[in-house]
């Protein structure tokens, strides 16, 4: 099954700030990754968790609590190219690989 | 743009045929990656090859293969093709192989449609 849960769509305004939540079920947790992506474009990468706590850059935060298998994505002064579909993402060590694993993506739309 | 590049962009055949998908990684990076994404299942991993070895598998189906020859570009091999194989299909690179990497670079992906 679905090893990260997270929303399916999130809507904010212009200026604002969202939060996008991510829970996760793997074995052997090697940190939470995100990544946007635009319509019909590449992921790129946005931050990386190894450890508890917020990293931030830029706009852009990222929390983990390992012990509630949990992180976030926050975005602050939202902007229109914000809107995209964001994806938390881990790697879970199984059969002595490591194997990355996307949630399903969340769909951020920012109005004016 | 990621430095990763992806050729074809866009493929379009029919059911029963045989493609071939190719990359070429961001330089200096040893690994690549290859992912499914369809509008129903997001971003799945296929598998990944680190320095022209396979380093690890996920959810490809037997009828798919892969390689990464010695100038470490990858080829992604779809044979007899169905319809439920019209997707994204990305690559991605990054430097290292051993999970120790948590950036990976995508390319900008190959629409196909299998008609």
């Known amino acids: 099954g679905q090893s990260l849960e997270q929303p399916s769509e999130v809507t904010a305004v212009e200026g604002a700030i969202v939060q996008i939540n991510c829970t996760y079920q793997t074995s052997g947790f090697y940190g939470l990754s995100w990544y946007q992506q635009h319509d019909g474009g590449a992921p790129t990468f946005l931050s990386y968790n190894g450890l508890d706590g917020l990293e931030e850059t830029g706009r852009f935060s990222s929390f983990l609590s390992r012990s509630d298998s949990y992180g976030y994505l926050l975005l602050q002064e939202l902007q229109m190219k914000d809107s995209a579909s964001y994806f938390c993402?881990?790697?879970?060590?199984?059969?002595?690989?490591?194997?990355?694993?996307f949630g399903r993506g969340t769909s951020l739309i920012v109005h004016p | 743009d990621s430095g990763v590049t992806q050729t074809p962009k866009h493929l379009i055949t029919a059911t029963g045929q045989r493609v071939t998908l190719r990359c070429s990684p961001r330089?200096?990076?040893?690994?690549v990656y290859w992912y499914q994404q369809s509008l129903d299942q997001g971003l799945q991993f296929l598998i990944q090859y680190y320095n022209g070895e396979e380093r690890a598998k996920g959810n490809i189906l037997e009828r798919f293969s892969a390689q990464q020859f010695p100038d470490l570009h990858s080829e992604l091999n779809l044979s007899s093709l169905e319809l439920g194989d019209s997707a994204l299909y990305f690559c991605?690179?990054?430097?290292?192989?051993?999970?120790?990497?948590?950036?990976?670079?995508f390319g900008p992906g190959t629409r196909l449609t299998v008609l």
């Open positions: 993402a881990v790697r879970e060590h199984r059969g002595g690989s490591y194997i990355p694993t």
């Open positions: 330089s200096g990076d040893l690994s």
């Open positions: 991605a690179s990054s430097v290292g192989g051993s999970g120790g990497e948590n950036e990976q670079f």
